[in-house]
């Protein structure tokens, strides 16, 4: 019997280092160690340098995105990405604060969890409330990854033709109509 596998799509980031250890090389243990478990890796996207957001709030970010297939459930995967976090020095201690490593399921086959209207709401949301609230259960997809250069343009790397399953768009689509300011700030490592 073949196991069924669901394709899903994490964003990666960070801004701090882990003692003498850069962030490119913390994202790149992250990826070792995740594909170490029940995830199977088929792409990684290139390592790019992003402003930290929210503007002037830090060290400029490292971001990245990686496609994987799993058997993992959405709520087991979401576990493993914290366990992954943590594993590399990652404190919540303040919403959109510095951090050593950032792992977000941005999508997970054509899923939307919990529903339309929730989503709709957390996309919605004005950006002084995002800061300072955080849902209490898993998004997916992401609700605000049609907003963020530093999630898209990795993305773009990787999945360019993913269609988000509310919004209609692909990825390639959603980069289209972002800000040439925004990608401009966007660069390779």
């Given at each position: 019997?073949?196991?069924?596998?669901?394709?899903?799509?994490?964003?990666?980031?960070?801004?701090?280092?882990?003692?003498?250890?850069?962030?490119?090389?913390?994202?790149?243990?992250?990826?070792?160690?995740?594909?170490?478990?029940?995830?199977?890796?088929?792409?990684?996207?290139?390592?790019?340098?992003?402003?930290?957001?929210?503007?002037?709030?830090?060290?400029?970010?490292?971001?990245?995105?990686?496609?994987?297939?799993?058997?993992?459930?959405?709520?087991?995967?979401?576990?493993?990405?914290?366990?992954?976090?943590?594993?590399?020095?990652?404190?919540?201690?303040?919403?959109?604060?510095?951090?050593?490593?950032?792992?977000d399921l941005i999508a997970y086959d054509d899923l939307i969890c919990p529903d339309?209207?929730?989503?709709?709401?957390?996309?919605?949301?004005?950006?002084?409330?995002?800061?300072?609230?955080?849902?209490?259960?898993?998004?997916?997809?992401?609700?605000?990854?049609?907003?963020?250069?530093?999630?898209?343009?990795?993305?773009?790397?990787?999945?360019?033709?993913?269609r988000h399953p509310i919004l209609g768009q692909t990825v390639r689509e959603l980069?289209?109509?972002?800000?040439?300011?925004?990608?401009?700030?966007?660069?390779?490592?």
């Open positions: 019997m073949t196991e069924i596998r669901s394709e899903a799509l994490i964003a990666m980031g960070g801004n701090l280092p882990i003692g003498e250890q850069s962030v490119v090389h913390t994202l790149i243990g992250a990826v070792e160690q995740l594909s170490e478990s029940d995830i199977r890796l088929t792409a990684v996207s290139r390592f790019y340098r992003t402003p930290c957001f929210p503007a002037g709030s830090g060290p400029d970010y490292v971001n990245a995105a990686i496609a994987i297939r799993t058997i993992l459930s959405p709520r087991d995967l979401l576990d493993l990405l914290h366990q992954v976090e943590a594993d590399f020095a990652r404190r919540r201690v303040q919403r959109w604060g510095m951090r050593t490593l950032d792992l339309v209207a929730t989503f709709e709401r957390w996309k919605d949301l004005p950006l002084e409330q995002q800061m300072q609230e955080a849902p209490g259960q898993m998004l997916v997809p992401h609700p605000r990854l049609q907003d963020r250069g530093f999630v898209l343009v990795p993305l773009r790397d990787i999945a360019p033709d993913w980069c289209a109509v972002l800000p040439m300011s925004d990608l401009n700030e966007i660069s390779p490592v």
